[in-house]
């Protein structure tokens, strides 16, 4: 570190740091320069800060003191602040050899909404007031989850979400992995392609904390002309009271791309707020898997191309098919009735078909995923007995034949439970279920106890879904304690215990990808394929999922990999995935019959490459399962 008269220079191999430290210059620009290694700048750092609440915004209007203090090999930089929302109000730059390190800490009370870290609220000297933001001297930002539209590295004036809420409507459509590694990377070059990832000198911007203390549902990188700053969304559920502090920003020289995701885990696992392990791997959870949901959507979507006065079975009569022969794409709005009604498919009687054409075609998953919905109701997880009047006989039958079974879960849905449970809205209505509530949490572990125990349904574990559903809004009432991301982990962390507790050898499947999320989660769900680029070009699925699997590598590098398959765009792109899947995991069959969203049937022929890809797949198993 040096001190000059011009302020405070910090060297270190892989960057260079430099603020102005006179209070009148500061206070009328408080930046930290953040350089690479060459002198090339990242970023002007803005070194102001709000932590909102819901009864005032917090507004900086004096900055009385910069302070530098040495510790051994780092350097601490402290700017103290006056602000409309706390009796004290401080930033704090941690800069150690290999990271810049941001955190703000404030004292007083209040309901937290929202906190901005690397620009906020102000009125600085000489009459510049409302939002200050860092600068952008990057190209790229990388944005570790799936979207669509599907760009892994976007323009650094493109907006980025990575959190526990979403869904596929318009502006939603980012919590596919919930929650995903809380990473972004700066690059110096654009991306060429949506799934691309350019070479060169990165930086890394991370968040670091306690998962117990990740009560925020969101955290967004905000750009706005040549500016941007790190918006966490508490939305009123955190309570300070004395003191409290923000989760760290870590500010880190990457020489990849996917080195950001890396060095966020290792980050992570240093501090001791990952596992550094993985969980105990048992040999059957890498066996093919068969999930009945794309063999559903595919029964209803041909039921709805069926011309209603032609004879046949309603069921599976065959596709509309234009001249020419090709298959007749779904617009969305068939897409989004399919998978509506699809669920009504979830039934005994076609999983015993499903079964029995996998027999017939020499296929035998190690694992049957019963999917959407098998359920009388999603919250307490009662099986529907006209769905399925026998499923404790039918995993038995199952088990007598070597063969697993998990059942879908849906992660937050209320219905079933009592309101006192439950998440509320204004109206008093159930949203949620509240893993705030220990009572809540009661009735979640006996449920799980009973679906996997010999003496329920004795079932093998679960695939859970819809982690992106976290309760999210202001007016929401809760029992109170946690929320956001911690909530989900809360959650999760009853669901796991419990399977554990009712089999030892019970297998998770979660779409978490979060490095803290490892001890709640044993495989890791690619999930939903998406469709365009963001210029409306198709996105071939090996790529989008061999991204997919490069992210959740990296942040959970342990764990198993379920390779997912839908939905799938065409016959020939289900084939090439079909082969590609061995290298990215466990294989997953979605598909028997035809393709739901072309209606293109499926031939025995396809089915015989399924069979063949697995064969070779199980070979390449067999020394594992022998050392196991």
Known sequence: MQVGADGIRVTAEAYSLHLETTLVGFARAPFAHLYDRHGRPWSAINLLSSVHTTAAPDETWSVDDVEAVPLGEDVQIIVTTRSSAWEEHELRLLCTPGTVEVTVRVAGSGDIASVQLLGGQATLEGGACGTF????????????????PVHLVRPSSAAGVLGVVGDATPGRLHGIFSPPPLVYGFSREPSDGPTSVPGGDWLGLSLRGPVETLTFTTMRYEPLDGGF??????EGHTRAEGEWRSPTLVLRPSASGWGTIEDHREDLVAHGLAPSEGPHDEAWWHEPLFCGWGAQCARLARRLRHEPDTPGDPVLG????????????????EEELVAKSAPSLARQDVYDEFLATLEENGLRPGTIVIDDRWQAEYGTAEPDLDHWPDLRGWIAERHAAGQKVLLWWKAWDPAGLPAEECVLDAAGRPIAADPSNPRYLARLAAIVRGLLSVEGLDADGFKVDFTQRAPSGQSLRSHGG?????????????????AKEAKPDALVVCHTVHPSFGDVCDMVRLNDVLKHDATGRHVPVVDQLAFRHAIATRALPHHAIDTD??????????????????SLGVPALYYLESIDRTGEPIEAGD???VASTWAEYREGLTPKSEEA
Not at 229 to 234: A, F, G, N, S
Not at 482 to 498: D, E, K, N, P, S
Request: glycine share 6%.
């Open 565 to 582: 398959q839908w939905p799938m765009p065409s016959r020939s792109e289900w084939l090439d995935y079909v082969v590609a899947q061995p």
């Open 133 to 148: 933001r860092s600068s952008i001297e990057f190209a790229g930002v990388l944005v570790p989850v799936p979207t669509e």
């Open 482 to 498: 946690v929320w956001g991301i911690a909530a989900l982990h809360a959650l999760l962390r009853t669901i796991y215990q419990a």
């Open 318 to 333: 065959g596709p509309v098919l234009p001249e020419g022969g090709e298959a007749l794409l779904e617009v969305d709005e």
């Open 607 to 609: 089915l015989a490459i």
């Open 229 to 234: 700053l790190i918006r966490l969304d508490y």
